[in-house]
């Protein structure tokens, strides 16, 4: 394990740094530090300032134990100092070590600074953040707690995981955060009058929906959506504010977002009622910029609203590829009808009665089914569309062409 560390100019005096039960005489907190967690390796930061009155003391203080290392940085007093310090940061810590922080006389920005640095180094070299601390150094008391900064670590990893939720709908990262907080709680055997319960299930449930999103599984979708309504509300409500504060302002967020498609035992469950939930997950995908996901749900959902029409069951796939062979043949028909060829013993299928428009029945069929088919097959055929003229599509046309010929099932 890794100390990074930071040398001021102040004049630093003897004090007892107080970690627990656990206190260290010395005038340098990095030094308790290294006494406290007993690093292999320490990286000292250091101003020209900083090293001319501190370096010698410390790196003589703390050599005889510990193998100290200077790193020299700029005063950090313009933009181009401050990502000078953010690199030597970086670069002082190897992909996939553990690393702690001592942030105590780290001056101006810096600290801010390092805890974006510890971010990055945790997620992008997969680095295992051990601790953020800080001495609380105070001229009235001759000793000075060491403070534990490392939820602050964890805030950015709220902040990360609530951006991914904006941004597309995902919850996955949230889930296992508080799938954590409830795990570490009985792990490291905490004592509280409350205890987390749900956190843990609740968890799980939403990183569950998340999965049926990334893979197109609306009937999975259904089922666990169905799921958070069996979640006591109020108590959820209170452990998230006593265990996870950061995530009180998205919960009633994700409640509505994920509430909206509950439907349980969703295979039994009236297929009315299940192509109207489905459709909310079609303009939910539309909406969160996901077009392959939407493109490919709509094209199953044309068949299943068919099969409802016939009564037939929807998800049986001998009688969707029924309904299928029936779009396809009114699609052949249409093209027939407009290259003004002649049309023998042509009998309209069955499900033409369901609709008002057949033309646009099958122009909308025709377009949607090359479009799924160009997407499934990866653009590797001869012609195929653009991601522009797909993005235009999905945007455009897709939601207001099921609208007009369905809407008796979207209302």
């Known amino acids: 394990m890794q100390l990074i560390t930071f040398l001021g100019t102040g004049k630093y005096q003897p004090t007892g740094y107080k970690w627990g039960d656990e206190i260290v005489e010395t005038p340098y907190v990095a030094e308790a530090i290294c006494q406290v967690f007993q ?41 181009t100092e401050i990502w000078q310090i953010f690199d030597a940061v970086v670069d002082a810590v190897e992909p996939g070590s553990q690393v702690m922080f001592d942030i105590t006389h ?8 390092v805890l ?26 001759p000793q000075a707690p060491i403070v534990d900064l490392t939820p602050a670590i964890k805030l950015l990893d709220w902040l990360t995981a609530t951006d991914k939720f904006i941004d597309t709908g995902s919850s996955a990262e949230l889930g296992k955060l508080l799938s954590t907080i409830q795990q ?24 569950n929906i998340s999965r049926t999103l990334d893979y197109v599984r609306p009937m999975g979708l259904l089922d666990e959506a169905a799921k958070l309504e069996n979640i006591p509300a109020e108590q959820l409500k209170t452990e ?36 109207k ?19 490919v749900l709509a094209r199953e959902w044309i068949v299943s609203v068919l099969c409802l029409a016939q009564n037939a ?45 057949v033309e646009q029945l099958a122009k909308f069929w025709s377009k949607l089914r090359d479009l799924r088919n160009d997407l499934a097959h990866a653009e590797m055929r001869e012609e195929s569309l653009s991601a522009v003229k797909l993005e235009t599509y999905v945007n455009n046309e897709l939601i207001q062409g099921i609208t007009a010929l369905f809407p008796e099932i979207i209302g």
């Not at 780290?106 to 600074?113: E, G, K, V």
């Open 313 to 357: 069951n929807y998800l049986n796939r001998d009688k969707r590829k029924l309904i299928e062979n029936q779009l396809n043949l009114i699609v052949e028909w249409q093209k027939q009808k407009g290259d003004d060829a002649d049309i023998v013993d042509y009998t309209p299928p069955t499900i033409t009665t369901a609709v008002t428009d």
């Open 184 to 207: 570490d709680f009985y792990t490291q055997k905490k004592q509280a009058e409350l205890k987390p319960t749900k956190l843990k299930s609740f968890g799980i449930t939403i990183e």
């Open 240 to 275: 998230v504010g006593a265990f996870a504060k950061p995530f009180e302002l998205l919960l009633g967020q994700i409640q509505q977002d994920y509430g909206q498609f509950a439907l349980a035992n969703s295979r039994k469950a009236d297929p009315k009622t299940v192509l």
């Open 277 to 295: 939930q489905q459709f909310l997950l079609l303009r939910w995908y539309v909406d969160k910029g996901f077009g392959d996901r939407a493109t």
């Open 116 to 141: 974006l640095a510890a971010a990055f180094l945790q997620k992008a070299r997969h680095v295992e953040i051990k601790g953020v601390y800080y001495g609380a150094f105070d001229f009235n008391n």
């Open 106 to 113: 780290a001056f101006r920005s810096i600290p801010m600074l």
């Open 39 to 79: 690093p292999d390796s320490v990286a000292v930061f250091v101003t020209q300032e900083a090293k001319a009155m501190h370096w010698e003391q410390l790196s003589s203080r703390l050599n005889s134990r510990f193998s100290a290392q200077e790193i020299p940085i700029p005063s950090g007093q313009s933009e």
